[in-house]
């Protein structure tokens, strides 16, 4: 039997237990430290580069998400976004809307249907003194001989009654501003009607494209236009219509034809009463210009004219 058989046979027990703060479990933790001081610093980070409408909108969320989600007001959609979100309805594109905004939008709403129905009355008021006006000429042996030369019409202005002249009838002498006496009947029997409506009148005096030739030097179809206006409004106060409902009388000479391919046609030379809505009215007041007179089949268009009595 050999020596190394005889040796003894030596058994190590190694403990496990003892040496448990060697171990792997703190870096777990380091790494949770290390997580957490990221999301800190991070935090930080956005709040010093966010605006204050944002963390006004960040805040006002976290306190009430519902509300701000379902009624609008400011909340995590108002910011410096372009596009705002939220409001009373979600699929809207409007952008949220406080409680105050709604009760402006429905104010804005209620006084646009005021107006509309405003106009709609007032235009068929109009539309009644047209159709007034017309029945006078028909019942008037005087008048409806001249009914050819008296076109009524409704524009974006108010009722417009143009009076023209024709070959051999003109409304006044030949380069003066002396009415003929039938046109003096024509505009005293309008005046008698133009009191039935609280509406203010403007008068335009228009020649044709034929230069004046006559007169004091520089007196041309600019001052004869404005005196035949002038003179037709005399008329006007004469049949009864008060002065006060005048608020405009001009002479636009032969800027505004009424035939533009015949510019010397006598229905050019005519007198153009306007009987203005109220929106005309407030615009004439509000900046001193007004809608230019038109020729058949216009549409009516700004244009600058002077006279105005409300400016006087």
Same mark, same amino acid.
């Given at each position: ?155 974006? &202005? ?6 023209? #002249?024709? %070959? ?6 030949? *380069? =003066?501003?002396? @009415? ?54 005399? &008329? ?6 008060? #002065?006060? %409902? ?6 636009? *000479? =032969?800027?505004? @034809? ?55």
């Amino acid at each position: 039997m050999s020596d190394d058989s005889q040796r003894p046979i030596i058994v190590k027990k190694i403990k496990k237990g003892g040496a448990g703060a060697h171990g792997g479990a703190w870096k777990i933790a380091y790494a949770d430290f290390v997580t957490a001081m990221m999301a800190f610093f991070l935090l930080m980070w956005l709040l010093g580069s966010t605006s204050k409408g944002d963390l006004k909108g960040i805040a006002d969320y976290f306190q009430t998400p519902l509300k701000v989600a379902m009624f609008g007001g400011s909340g995590s959609g108002d910011s410096s976004s372009v596009i705002q979100g939220g409001g009373t309805d979600l699929t809207a594109t409007y952008g949220q809307v406080k409680k105050g905004d709604i009760e402006a939008e429905r104010k804005t709403i209620n006084l646009q249907k005021l107006k509309e129905e405003f106009e709609k009355q007032e235009r068929a008021k109009l539309q009644g003194l047209k159709d007034k006006i017309e029945a006078m000429i028909e019942a008037s042996p005087s008048l409806r001989q001249f009914k050819s030369q008296l076109l009524l019409d409704l524009t974006t &202005e108010g009722l417009r009654i143009q009076i023209v #002249d024709e %070959k051999n009838r003109p409304m006044f002498d030949s *380069a =003066s501003s002396e @009415l003929k006496p039938y046109t003096k009947e024509i505009l005293r029997a309008i005046g008698q009607n133009l009191n039935g409506v609280e509406n203010r009148i403007s008068l335009s005096g228009h020649t044709d494209a034929q230069p004046y030739a006559g007169g004091d030097r520089g007196f041309g179809n600019w001052e004869l236009s404005t005196n035949r206006a002038n003179a037709s409004r005399r &008329e006007l106060v004469v049949g009864g219509m008060s #002065d006060a %409902k005048v608020m405009r009388v001009t002479g636009l *000479a =032969s800027t505004v @034809l009424y035939d533009k391919a015949q510019p010397y046609n006598p229905i050019n030379r005519r007198m153009s009463i306007v009987v203005l809505n109220k929106r005309t009215e407030e615009a004439i007041l509000a900046d001193g210009t007004e809608s230019k007179e038109v020729g058949a089949g216009d549409t009516v268009t700004p244009e600058s004219v002077t006279g105005s009595a409300a400016a006087r």
